[in-house]
């Protein structure tokens, strides 16, 4: 046995078959993805990019507001706005996660629990992860 670098149709390979044996605990799959922004003046000055996984959960992996915007409620029109088309989409559940420097107040005013947390002191950051029923 040896350790190789996967090709792009390897790595497909090894997805196939994790999907195929999440299929005997996964009843059911949704797909969709949520990708918003406000604009201003023509200007992306905000946005967000989500995508379904398994078990209705939504998974945010983006959320941006301009520094020249923040604190006017551009991050919770987006986050409200998110929320409402992913019950669309049939999720009943928000996954996030957010570093220290980022938006950790941010989403706990939103509603968002913090179901885990680790300190890097090491690299200097600290990371937290949410959840939020819908």
């Known amino acids: 046995m040896k350790i190789i670098d996967l090709t792009e149709d390897k790595v497909d390979y090894i997805e196939n078959k994790l999907d195929e044996y999440d299929e005997d605990y996964i009843s059911y799959k949704l797909d969709g993805r949520i990708q918003i922004g406000i604009e201003d003046d023509d200007k992306v000055v905000a946005g967000l990019d989500a995508c379904m996984t398994a078990f209705k959960i939504l998974y945010v992996s983006t959320v ?6 923040r604190r006017k409620g551009y991050g919770k029109m987006l986050i409200d706005e998110m929320e409402k088309r992913a019950k669309a989409l049939g999720a009943n559940t928000i996954r996030l996660d957010t ?6 107040d941010f989403y706990e005013a939103l509603g ?8 890097n002191n090491d690299d200097g ?3 937290y992860f949410f959840l939020k029923r819908i």
Do not use: H, I, P, T
């Open 64 to 69: 941006f507001v301009d520094e020249a915007y």
């Open 125 to 127: 950051y600290s990371e």
């Open 99 to 104: 570093f220290n420097w980022q938006g950790k």
């Open 112 to 119: 968002y629990q913090m179901v885990g947390s680790y300190d």
